[in-house]
């Protein structure tokens, strides 16, 4: 399972993928980084399936 993601000093998150404020992101830079988490979601879960 995934952490939360670290606070950024202003209250806004930052991006686990790339420790950006994720307020910051544009469209992009969001869908990239929201394809790369689920694709680390998606390999942990086959992961666990092969155990």
């Given at each position: 399972?995934?952490?939360?993601?670290?606070?950024?000093?202003d209250?806004?998150?930052?991006?686990?993928?790339?420790?950006?404020?994720?307020?910051?992101?544009?469209?992009?830079?969001?869908?990239?980084?929201?394809?790369?988490?689920?694709?680390?979601?998606?390999?942990?879960?086959?992961?666990?399936?092969?155990?």
């Amino acid at each position: 399972m995934m952490s939360e993601p670290p606070k950024a000093k202003d209250g806004d998150q930052l991006c686990p993928i790339c420790n950006k404020e994720i307020s910051k992101h544009n469209v992009s830079e969001m869908l990239s980084c929201s394809r790369k988490i689920q694709e680390s979601e998606k390999g942990k879960a086959d992961n666990d399936q092969m155990k």
